[in-house]
Every structure is written in C-alpha cells, then in structure tokens.
C-alpha cells in the first residue's frame, strides 16, 4: 500500500486546486468549446480537461503510487475502479452547465480516499473564492473558518437542495418531478443549484439543511461527502441505508433524523452504477 500522510496531501492538492482555480476564473469569462457527452445536456468544455490533466500530473508526480478516478479521463474509457490504494477522485469542472452559461456556480472537487474512505477533500468555488476543506477527523473549513451542519431536524423549517441532473431517462425525470411535488410542501423550500459538489458544501456550512440526488457520479461526491461529515452532518443513501459512493445516489444533511424523514419520502432511481463496466 503506498504511503499517505493525508496533511502533505492536502497541501499539495490545495496548490494545484488553486492554480486549476485561475484557468476556471479566466475561461468562464471567455466562448468555451462545448461538447456532449452521455447526453445533449451532459457537457464537457477545453477547461475540463485542462484542469484535470493539471491536476493529475501534479498530484502523481508528488504521489506516483497513488491512483487516479477522474470524470473526463473516464469519460475517454478510463476505468472507474475504487479499490483500498490511495485513489484521487477528481471532478475537474463540477457544474459544467453553469460554467458554460457563466452562472457563478462552479467549481472543481478532489477527494483521496484510502482503504476506501475519505482522507482529504477539496471543493473550490474559485469565482466566488469559496474554499472548502476537510481532513477526516479534524472538521470541515471553508477558507479559514471551522464550518459546521445546522443540526436541523425538523422537515418543515429545512432548505432542501435537489438535481435536476444530466438524464432525460423518462424514469428519472419523473423521479425528479415526484420527488419535487412531494416535498415542496413539507420543506421551508427547496433549491437547485446545479452543482452537487457545492449543494453538499453549502450543507456542511450550514447554510442548507440536506440535499438529495440520484444520477450523480463518485467525482461529483467523494469530497463533499467528507465535507459533511467532518462539518457534523450525515451522508447516507436516498433510500435510507449506508451510503455507497459507487451507486450513484447521495442524502445528505444536518442530522440523521432529517435524513431519515426525507429518505422515508423520496420515490427511488437506481442508475447503472459507476463501477459497473
Ligand atoms: C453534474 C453536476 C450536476 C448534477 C449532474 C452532474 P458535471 O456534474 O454536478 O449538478 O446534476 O448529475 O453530472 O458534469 O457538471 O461535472
């Protein structure tokens, strides 16, 4: 097993995510070429995959053991396998729609996770300078303040934030539909921002109560999921059981009693799992 000491890990990450940070500023600002992907809706620009391919040859030439699960490395027939090796979970552009339309809500997620299990996460909004950090078993920060889940618990006083996801799938937008009809009038409110990464940041800051997503991919994930616990919150499956990073579906939120009144709730979607092929 290589070697992971996960504060060298961090400050190394941290570098790189910065300076990936300063291409995502200049470019969002500029015409971006756009492609599909899995759909007419599901997109990839040049700043994706420059910031991945910056990401990935800084971080394995400080940690050359380590393995690498990135969104368009997988995208371009990657396997995307998580095993007990220190493993980089990189989604280099989360909310690539929003970038696209130069909406502020962007940002780039990279998570390690060893014997599969978050060490470090990094979620970085870089044009509203949104820097979210954790380290398993020292707490969450966003710049350099201590964040914390609010600790809410009852349904009707949460904000709750959804996906609208990439899919066209009948089945999952009826999925998304129900599941929107059905909680809006028993939450405060409901929200969408369009980037899973920073929903389940804006939840470790307490900023919302939970948020739930079916369709969503590990590198959209691995790092806010850390992000909440360390910040006090739970992550576990929409269906209510442990949370599986594979499976492609994420609750989270400020308490497991919320998380477990919304579960109880929400009509269920399995998409194919990300380590299926
Ligand atoms: C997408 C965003 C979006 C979610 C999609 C993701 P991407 O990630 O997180 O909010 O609804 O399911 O695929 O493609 O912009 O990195």
Redesign the pocket.
């Known amino acids: 097993m290589a070697n992971v000491e996960p504060q060298e890990c961090l400050s190394v990450a941290l570098k790189l995510v910065k300076q990936a940070g300063d291409l995502v500023r200049d470019a969002i600002k500029k015409k971006k070429n756009i492609e599909m992907k899995s759909s007419a809706v599901?997109l990839v620009t040049e700043t994706d995959k420059a910031v991945e391919k910056l990401l990935i040859t800084g971080l394995s030439s400080a940690f050359p053991d380590h393995k690498f699960i990135g969104?368009e490395s997988v995208a371009g027939g990657e396997k995307c396998v998580l095993t007990d090796e220190p493993t980089w979970i990189i989604?280099p552009?989360?909310?690539?729609?929003n970038f696209v339309h130069s909406f502020p809500y962007t940002c780039i997620s990279v998570a390690l996770w060893v014997n599969k299990d978050a060490e470090v996460g990094i979620v970085y909004n870089p044009i509203l300078e949104h820097m979210f950090t954790a380290l398993k078993g020292q707490g969450a920060y966003l710049n350099d303040e201590k964040i914390s889940a609010s600790g809410e618990t009852d349904l009707s006083k949460a904000l709750v934030f959804s996906?609208?996801?990439?899919s066209h799938d009948p089945e999952k937008v009826d999925t998304v539909i129900t599941n929107i009809t059905t909680l809006l009038t028993k939450v405060h409110g409901c929200r969408t921002m369009?980037?899973?990464?920073l929903h389940m940041s804006h939840v470790a800051r307490g900023a919302a109560d939970a948020n739930y997503?079916m369709?969503?991919?590990c590198w959209?994930i691995a790092a806010g999921s850390l992000l909440v616990k360390e910040a006090g919150g739970v992550v576990i499956d929409t269906a209510g059981g442990p949370f599986d990073l594979m499976r492609r579906r994420v609750l989270c939120a400020s308490t497991q009693e919320l998380a477990e009144k919304i579960a109880k709730l929400l009509k269920q979607y399995q998409p194919e799992r990300d380590d299926a092929h």
């Not at 552009?93 to 729609?97: C, N």
């Not at 996906?163 to 990439?166: A, K, P, Q, R």
């Open positions: 599901d969104e989604d552009v989360d909310g690539t729609m996906e609208m996801g990439t369009g980037c899973a990464a997503t369709g969503v991919h959209d």
